[in-house]
C-alpha cells in the first residue's frame, strides 16, 4: 500500500534540483507527522516485528550489524555486494592479518609477502605499487579512518570485532579511494563488564603468538580497554649459505581506548594504537644455474634452464637486508544526538616510518649483486563530520570531511662495480675490453681498488595532498517494499610532487680514481669513464635516475583535480526476507604521480559500475543465499608493470595505465543443516579484459584478458557436539580454490605465467584449513589444534624480471608450507 505520495514526490523532486542532503532536511519536517501511522500498519512494511527464533538463527548464519553505508543496519538489508568476515572466522583460520586468509572471501586478493608494501586485487582491480605518488582504488579503512596503501595498510588483527568487504565503487559514503572496493575493519570498543582474556599460540618453525585483553569499567560512565598482540617466528626459508631464517615474524603492537559517556548524550572514544615490526625482508630465490665463480650464468636466461624454486638453494647477499615498520595512529570520535539527528565527528592522526631493503638478483656472487631499497616517512591528519537521521519514510546522511598527507621516500638502487662489470658485458654491442669487463680487466691489469665498491643512486620523492569533500545519501522509502537510494559526494584533490635524483653515491670507487688519475695511471677521460659506464647521453651520469632537471634540486609540480560522483540504488522486498537491488555507481580515483619518472604525472581514474542482485534468508530451510551479477567500465586504471627503456638501463617497475572492463557473478550461500552442522560456500566468476592498453614495449594487449582467473571460490562445514567433558567441541573445515591465471601477451615479462620443464606459474590454487577446538561455560579455558594447508600444497606466486634483462638473474616466490599449532585461552 503507497499512503502520502504526494509529499514524497514533492521531497524528491527537490532533491532533484538541491542535492540529496538538503532534500534529506527539507523530507524529514514533511514526513514526521506520518512515522505514527506507518508504524500503526499492520501486517505491512519492513519494520514489522519478526520472530525472535527465526532472527537468531539469521543472525548465526551472517545476517549481523554493520555500517557499510554509514548507517546501523543487517547486512541481508544493505543492497551492497559484500562479504563479512568475523572474528571467529578469523580465529579459525589462526590468521594474523588480512593476507592470511587469501581465498576464503572470493574476488579479494592480499600480498602479504611484504607487509610495508601490500598488494590488494579485488574484482581484478589491483595495486601493488609502493610509491608515495600514487593512491589505491581499494580503500583500507579501520574504525572509519583511512589507512592508506603503502606503510600503513596491512597491520595486524588487534581485538577486531569484524571486517566488512564491499564490493564494486563506494566513493559517495568512502571517498576517492575506493573506485574499486573498500574493506573496512571494525575494532571492539570499551564496554561495560570487566574482561581479562588470554590467548597464546605455538606451532611449528618456532610460531609463538600472544593476544591479551583487558576491558576495564572505570564507573558507570567510562570504560578503558587495552589489547595487545605479539607475533614471532623462526621462519620457514633458510639461506643455504648464511643459515639466515627468512619469512620469519616479528611483530608486535597494542591499542589502548578510552570510552567516556559525556553529559547531554555524548559519548567520546579515543584511541592509541601502536606497532612495530622487525624481520628480514623477503628472500629472492634464484632460479637460472650459476657456473663456478667468477663465471655469470647464461645470458639471457633460458626458462627451459630455469631451477625449480622449491629446490634450488637459496642464496641472498643483501647488504643489511631487512623490513621494518613503526606505526602510531591517534583517534578521537565523538557522537552526539540532536533532535532532528546524530552528530558523529572524528578525527585521527597516523605516523609511521618504513624501510626495505631486499635482495633482488637470488645470488650470492658480487659480479651478480643488486638490491633495492624502499625507505618511507608518512605523516597523515583527517577530519570528517557526519550528520544522520532517519524517519518512516527516509533515511539521510549528510557529511563533510578533510584529509592531509605529508609523505616522503627514498628509492635506492644498490650495485657493487663488479656487478656494474657484468651489466657492462652482457650489455655492451662492443666489447670494451679482452674479457668484457671494465673494472674487473683493468684490477686484472694491476689497478687497484676498483672492485667490490658500493654504488648506489636514490630517487627523493615528497608528496603532499590536500582532499576536501563533501557528500549526501538519502534512502526514500517509497513504499513499505520499494526503497530507492541516492547519492552523490564532490571532491576536490591538491597535490604537490617532487623529485630529486643526486648524483649516484661511489665514495671508494672515487677515493680509488683519484689516487689512480695522481698516480698517471689513468686520464682524466678515462677517469670520467669510470666514474659512469653506463651513462647515457643527456643524463647526469647514473646508470638509472639520471634525469638531469632533478639532479641539481628537486623538480616541483602541483595539480588539481575535482569529482562528483553519485550512486543510484533500488532495492524491492519480495517478502520481508527476500530483497532485490539494482544499483548504478561512480568511482574515482585522484590523479598521481610516478615516482622514478621525473615531470610525469597521471589524470584521475573513474569507474562505473551496473549491478542487480539478491539478498534472501529462507527461516524455513535456515537458508541464508545472496547473489549478484555486474559489468563495470575503467578508465585510466593505474597499475605497476615492469618497464624497460631498452637502452640497457635497469627496468623499474612503474606506473602504466589501461582501460579495462569486466562482467561477473558473485554467491554466497549459509546453512544450518541441523542443529549441530552448518555449511558455508561462496564463489566468484569474473572475467576481466583490456578495453585499450599498450605495454611499454609496444604490444597491444586491448582485447586481451588482465590476468585474473575466470573462476575463484571458497566451500567449509561447521559441526560443533556438545557434552563433550561438560563443553563444546567444535570442528571447522574450508576450502579455498582460486582458478588458473588468463595470460595475455604481457604475463611473461610481468612474471605472472610461465610453464618450464621445473616448474609453472599462474597454475589453479587450493587451501585447505582446518582446526579442531574445545571451550565450556563452566571453566575459563578453552583448547584447540589447528592446521593451515593441511594437504601442503604449494605454488610459485611469480617470476621477477627487473634483473633479467641486465644480469641474467630472474628469481621466484613461492608460498608458505603447512603450518601447524596448539592454542589455549583464557578467561580470567
Known amino acids: 500500500m503507497i499512503i502520502r505520495k504526494r509529499p514524497l514526490v514533492a521531497c524528491l523532486r527537490y532533491a532533484l534540483l538541491q542535492g540529496a542532503a538538503a532534500s534529506s532536511l527539507c523530507c524529514g519536517s514533511a514526513l514526521a507527522t506520518d512515522a505514527a501511522e506507518s508504524a500503526a500498519q499492520a501486517g505491512t512494511g519492513v519494520d514489522q516485528a519478526a520472530d525472535p527464533t527465526d532472527t537468531a538463527s539469521a543472525q548465526q548464519l551472517g545476517n549481523i550489524t554493520v555500517t557499510a553505508q554509514s548507517r546501523t543496519q543487517e547486512v541481508q538489508d544493505v543492497p551492497i555486494p559484500m562479504q563479512i568476515v568475523t572474528a571467529k572466522q578469523v580465529e579459525s583460520l589462526a590468521a594474523t592479518d588480512l593476507s592470511k586468509m587469501n581465498g576464503y572471501i572470493p574476488g579479494l586478493v592480499v600480498s602479504g609477502e611484504q607487509p610495508t608494501q601490500p598488494g590488494y586485487t579485488l574484482r581484478g582491480i589491483s595495486i601493488s605499487d609502493f610509491g608515495i605518488g600514487t593512491d589505491s582504488p581499494i580503500g583500507i579503512y579501520e574504525d572509519d579512518v583511512y589507512t592508506g596503501k603503502t606503510g600503513g595498510a596491512l597491520l595486524m588483527f588487534n581485538d577486531m570485532q569484524r571486517i566488512e568487504v564491499l564490493k564494486g565503487p563506494q566513493g559517495t559514503l568512502f571517498g576517492r579511494n575506493s573506485a574499486g572496493g573498500a574493506i573496512s575493519v571494525v575494532t571492539n570498543e570499551p564496554g561495560n563488564t570487566w574482561q581479562e582474556q588470554a590467548l597464546v599460540r605455538v606451532g611449528n618453525y618456532g610460531t609463538n603468538y600472544l593476544d591479551a585483553l583487558l576491558n576495564a569499567p572505570i564507573n558507570q560512565d567510562m570504560a578503558f580497554r587495552l589489547s595487545f598482540v605479539d607475533n614471532r617466528s623462526d621462519g620457514w626459508l633458510r639461506d643455504s649459505a648464511t643459515g639466515q631464517q627468512y619469512d620469519k615474524n616479528n611483530d608486535w603492537g597494542f591499542r589502548a581506548q578510552f570510552r567516556w559517556n559525556a553529559p547531554g548524550d555524548t559519548t567520546v572514544r579515543v584511541a592509541w594504537e601502536h606497532e612495530k615490526l622487525n624481520q628480514p625482508a623477503r628472500p629472492a630465490i634464484g632460479i637460472v644455474p650459476l657456473p663456478p665463480a667468477p663465471g655469470t650464468p647464461t645470458f639471457p636466461p633460458d626458462p627451459a634452464t630455469y631451477l625449480d624454486p622449491f629446490k634450488a638453494p637459496v642464496l641472498n647477499d643483501v647488504v643489511d637486508g631487512r623490513e621494518t615498520r613503526k606505526f602510531d595512529g591517534v583517534t578521537l570520535r565523538v557522537e552526539h544526538p540532536f533532535a532532528f539527528g546524530d552528530l558523529t565527528s572524528i578525527t585521527a592522526y597516523r605516523h609511521f616510518t618504513t624501510l626495505n631493503r631486499e635482495d633482488n638478483d637470488g645470488t650470492n656472487r658480487r659480479n651478480l649483486y643488486f638490491d633495492d631499497a624502499n625507505i618511507e616517512q608518512n605523516t597523515s591528519w583527517s577530519q570528517e563530520f557526519k550528520l544522520s537521521g532517519k524517519n518512516a519514510l527516509v533515511d539521510w546522511v549528510a557529511g563533510a570531511s578533510y584529509y592531509y598527507d605529508n609523505a616522503h621516500q627514498e628509492s635506492q638502487l644498490n650495485l657493487l662495480t663488479d656487478s656494474i662489470d657484468t651489466v657492462i658485458k652482457n650489455l655492451s654491442p662492443t666489447p670494451v675490453s679482452p674479457d668484457g669487463t671494465l673494472y674487473s680487466y683493468l684490477t686484472s691489469q694491476g689497478a687497484p681498488g676498483l672492485l667490490g665498491d658500493p654504488w648506489r643512486e636514490s630517487m627523493f620523492n615528497h608528496n603532499i595532498s590536500k582532499a576536501y569533500a563533501a557528500y549526501g545519501d538519502v534512502i526514500w522509502h517509497l513504499t513499505d517494499k520499494l526503497n530507492l537510494t541516492t547519492g552523490i559526494r564532490f571532491t576536490r584533490d591538491d597535490r604537490e610532487f617532487s623529485w630529486y635524483n643526486p648524483v649516484r653515491t661511489a665514495t671508494e670507487l672515487d677515493a680509488a680514481l683519484a689516487e689512480l688519475l695522481a698516480l698517471g695511471y689513468i686520464t682524466p677521460d678515462q677517469a670520467q669513464v669510470l666514474k ?57 580515483e585522484a590523479g598521481g604521480y610516478n615516482f622514478a619518472l621525473p615531470g610525469s604525472h597521471y589524470e584521475p581514474e573513474t569507474v562505473r559500475n551496473y549491478e542487480a542482485g539478491i539478498k534472501s534468508y529462507f527461516p524455513d530451510y535456515h537458508l541464508l543465499l545472496n547473489a549478484s551479477i555486474y559489468y563495470y567500465k575503467y578508465s585510466n586504471l593505474q597499475s605497476l608493470s615492469l618497464v624497460s627503456n631498452g637502452n640497457g638501463n635497469l627496468p623499474l617497475y612503474l606506473v602504466t595505465v589501461s582501460d579495462q572492463e569486466a562482467k561477473g557473478l558473485e554467491a554466497e550461500a549459509h546453512w544450518q543443516a541441523t542443529d549441530s552442522l552448518r555449511l558455508n560456500f561462496a564463489g566468484a566468476y569474473i572475467d576481466a579484459s583490456y578495453k585499450h592498453y599498450v605495454a611499454s614495449d609496444g604490444k597491444d594487449l586491448s582485447g586481451q584478458p588482465t590476468g585474473e582467473p575466470l573462476f575463484s571460490a571458497t566451500a567449509g562445514m561447521d559441526y560443533l557436539w556438545h557434552d563433550v567433558f561438560n563443553g563444546d567441541l567444535d570442528f571447522v573445515l574450508q576450502h579455498a580454490y582460486r582458478g588458473k591465471t588468463r595470460c595475455n601477451t604481457d604475463s611473461r615479462v610481468q612474471g605472472g605465467c610461465l610453464v618450464t620443464p621445473a616448474f609453472a606459474v599462474g597454475e589453479a590454487q587450493n587451501r585447505t584449513d582446518l582446526r579442531l577446538g574445545w571451550s565450556s561455560s563452566g571453566v575459563p579455558w578453552s583448547v584447540a589444534v589447528f592446521v593451515n594447508n593441511v594437504f601442503d600444497k604449494r605454488y610459485v606466486t611469480g617470476v621477477n624480471n627487473i634483473t633479467a634483462t641486465v644480469l641474467g638473474t630472474p628469481f621466484a616466490n613461492i608460498t608458505p608450507p603447512r603450518m601447524w599449532g596448539v592454542e589455549l585461552g583464557v578467561k580470567f
Do not use: H
Open 532 to 588: 659512469s659506464p653506463l651513462a647515457q647521453p643527456g643524463t647526469n651520469g647514473n646508470i638509472e635516475f639520471g634525469t638531469p632537471a632533478s639532479t641539481a634540486k628537486p623538480l616541483v609540480v602541483s595539480n588539481s583535480w575535482s569529482d562528483t560522483s553519485p550512486r543510484v540504488v533500488l532495492d524491492y522486498k519480495l517478502t520481508p526476507d527476500v530483497m532485490l537491488y539494482g544499483s548504478v555507481t561512480k568511482g574515482y
